[in-house]
């Protein structure tokens, strides 16, 4: 076993004069600071009465909206809204529904009558399919599903009532704070360099070989058990790496910066991408090209 | 709010690992974490560090009129508290199946046991008794709450002092310690927990599991003992079937773990009072290290190193010679010339111009001069033990010396193992 030593160095903090002035105009405040004086404002969310001065209970961003104060938090669970790509862990098998994990304050619920029964028909749900649940969706396995609607007390509720959702299979999970994940048009993705992803809203990213072709009869929950090969296996690694590396540098996720990431990355070896320095780097050059290709 | 749910691939890699005896933090499947024992500056105060599992106890008296069906004892409460700072998934007030298991556990060691003489702890019989009152706070879960937690409290209850008491008729004085040394409690023995987890229906076990193990255990069973090898209490729980002579292996291990867990604690009480003694400082803030950066402070871990002279060689035998490199070639940097028949430039030379001490197997020797005017020498370098490098600025020699010092360390030690 190769032993590798590394002693402790300075090395200065980078940082763009582009991001210098995104700064300025955003009111950051944390907990503790006073928002403004003024009473005639009402308070939000994140927000409490000090005093008779307004105070942020969270660390973030001040949101005006007339006369309603409100502070966004920077790190937070994952507030769902419909319509967003989610992926989940099956956390419980109950009656008529299964509990999904997905970084949110609650549970989100995943209907029986929001699935796609396997072989894709479409009929009523019977009480042999009550009994079948488990054999669908088990507890321990991972979905991607969109946002239905919003239960009163903020619980989501899921459904995979479309060919690209449902169970995953083979593939690596990333766990990154939600709020660096890039709201977009889709979230389902086949990158150039030989590897899918998707990109859950609540954080959750899946990168998995891109399948060869579709199995259409399946309806999502068909999962090939057959191997990898070593260069997709390299490919997801190296992908995965990268996200973590994006995560830490606080780079908004979409498929344009991962795929710049992974491009960037490419000089180094894989492991080398998680060491501090080299970190640096590839966001640096990251970060440059990202600018270029919006300017 | 709930703890977020084990994957099934971790599930399948812990499981995989108990099979193969190994653990994840590389210990034996019988070895217990360090423990660590601190008193604080108030008698009857006690943080037990088990890994990284960490439980506070504190220990108060107070007088109060006895139970009716036992005039002359003493009262014994015992309190446990898992608080959301121990993890997230414990909710303040929450009445868990997991808290009701530690306190009765507790109880049933600590009380039921008899290791504290309730008899000595009466003041006026029917009127007045002592109540020791025992709290356990879970300051960090990683595992073996029970374990922590039984060992907090024994050696929380032996290091406390009760103020001392004198009764004059039916008057009752109760000295302050200013006025008169409190009194320790008189402890017949020290029971001790010793948690096992059972896993694959039975046929694994291992000693204090960390939290990681507990998840995907099947059953434990916890074994309260003390060091005369006398069982105070034994609690199977998560429905496996154990067969008899498992049991009673488990409790040889127990008594073994027990009697070292006894000299620890007795060790820590002994340190601590020879401190008191003689007017040091004492209290959870001497305790810990001052002056070190411990953020990324690691325990030390015990690493395979069984093949490393082999793998060593190896690499060293496959990689190629380099070829031979010209004998002193001389570069001119920027912003230089030279007047002359290429005499050399004199200037950037030091007067003391050391060699780098010989690495294990060297090569010819290599001098590379730079031409420069620059103050500041870049001297590229490599380490490999192939080549030597002639500097000429010494304060980075000082800097490749260290270096190289701690590589000659770092094999000679490789070699010294073999």
């Known amino acids: 076993m190769a032993v590798e030593m590394r002693l402790p160095a300075v090395h200065k903090p980078i940082s763009l004069a582009a991001s210098q002035s995104n700064r300025d105009d955003k009111h950051l405040v944390v907990p503790g600071d006073v928002i403004t004086s003024d009473t005639g404002f009402m308070r939000g969310h994140g927000t409490y009465m000090d005093e008779d001065r307004l105070t942020a209970s969270v660390a973030g961003e001040v949101e005006r909206v007339n ?34 994990e997905t970084n949110s304050r609650l549970d989100s619920v995943l209907l029986l009558s929001s699935v796609n029964l396997p072989g894709g028909e479409l009929r009523r749900r019977s009480a042999q399919d009550e009994l079948a649940m488990r054999d669908y969706l088990q507890e321990g396995d991972l979905i991607s599903a969109e946002v239905q609607s919003i239960f009163s007390d903020g619980a989501l509720s899921l459904h995979t009532r479309s060919l690209k959702y449902g169970k995953l299979g083979q593939g690596v999970l990333v766990l990154v704070s939600p709020s660096i994940v890039k709201r977009q048009k889709t979230h389902f993705h086949n990158l150039p360099c030989g590897a899918s992803i998707i990109l859950g809203n609540n954080g959750y990213v899946w990168l998995y070989p891109t399948p060869g072709h579709q199995d259409e009869e399946a309806g999502g929950y068909y999962t090939s058990m057959e191997p990898v090969s070593l260069s997709d296996r390299e490919v997801i690694s190296r992908l995965r790496n990268c996200l973590l590396a994006l995560a830490a540098h606080k780079v908004l996720l979409y498929d344009t910066s991962v795929l710049y990431c992974y491009e960037a990355s490419l000089t180094h070896q894989i492991k080398d991408i998680l060491k501090p320095e080299i970190m640096e780097e590839i966001i640096l050059e990251t970060r440059q090209r990202l600018v270029e290709h919006e300017g | 709010m709930r703890d977020t749910p084990l994957s099934n691939c971790e599930r399948r890699f812990l499981l995989k690992a108990v099979e193969e005896k190994k653990r994840l933090d590389g210990r034996q499947t019988y070895d217990y974490r360090n423990i660590k024992i601190t008193f604080g500056t108030d008698y009857g105060c006690c943080i037990v560090e088990l890994g990284r599992t960490r439980v506070l106890c504190q220990v108060s008296c107070e007088l109060v009129p006895p139970k009716d069906s036992r005039p002359t004892e003493g009262i014994m409460f015992f309190n446990l508290e898992l608080s959301p700072m121990a993890s997230p998934a414990f909710e303040p007030n929450r009445q868990s199946e997991l808290l009701v298991m530690l306190n009765r556990q507790l109880e049933r060691c600590l009380r039921n046991s008899k290791c504290i003489d309730t008899e000595s702890l009466c003041v006026v019989s029917g009127e007045k008794v002592w109540q020791i009152r025992v709290d356990v706070h879970v300051l960090n879960h990683d595992g073996n709450l029970m374990d922590a937690a039984s060992i907090a409290a024994i050696s929380a209850l032996s290091h406390f002092r009760r103020p001392d008491v004198a009764i004059q008729g039916r008057d009752i004085t109760v000295f302050s310690p200013e006025e008169r040394d409190p009194i320790p409690l008189s402890i017949y023995h020290m029971p001790i927990c010793v948690s096992f987890a059972f896993f694959l229906q039975g046929s694994y076990l291992l000693v204090d599991p960390c939290e990681r193990e507990e998840r995907v255990k099947d059953g434990l069973l916890v074994i309260a003992m003390n060091k005369h090898r006398e069982i105070c209490s ?40 020879k401190i008191r003694k003689e007017g040091g400082k004492f209290g959870f803030a001497e305790s810990m290290p001052k002056e070190r950066i411990t953020a990324l ?31 002193s070639p001389v570069l001119v940097a920027m912003g230089t010339a030279q007047v002359g028949e290429g005499i050399v430039n004199s200037w950037g030379l030091d007067e003391d111009e050391e060699d780098e001490p010989q690495t294990e197997d060297t090569k010819t020797g290599n001098e590379v001069m730079v031409i420069s005017d620059s103050e500041e020498e870049e001297v590229s370098l ?35 193992a073999f």
């Open chain 2, 297 to 327: 402070k690691r325990d030390e871990a015990p690493v395979e190193m069984t093949d490393v002279q082999e793998t060593a060689n190896e690499i060293v035998n496959r990689t190629e010679t380099p070829t031979e490199a010209v004998s």
């Open chain 1, 67 to 100: 006369k309603l104060i409100c502070v966004r938090p920077l790190k937070t669970r994952y507030n769902g809204e419909v319509g967003d790509v989610v992926i989940g862990r099956i956390t419980e098998v109950q009656q008529k529904r299964w509990k999904v």
């Open chain 2, 382 to 416: 490599n380490l490999s033990s192939y080549l030597k490098v002639k500097l000429q600025n010494t304060n980075i020699l000082q800097l490749i010396q260290c270096y190289t010092t701690k590589y000659n360390l770092f094999l000679k030690e490789i070699n010294k």
């Open chain 2, 234 to 273: 034994i609690q199977s729980s998560g429905g496996i079937m154990l067969l008899k002579d498992q049991v009673l292996r488990c409790s040889k291990i127990a008594s073994v773990k027990v009697s070292e867990i006894t000299e620890l604690i007795n060790k820590a009480l002994e340190n601590d009072r």
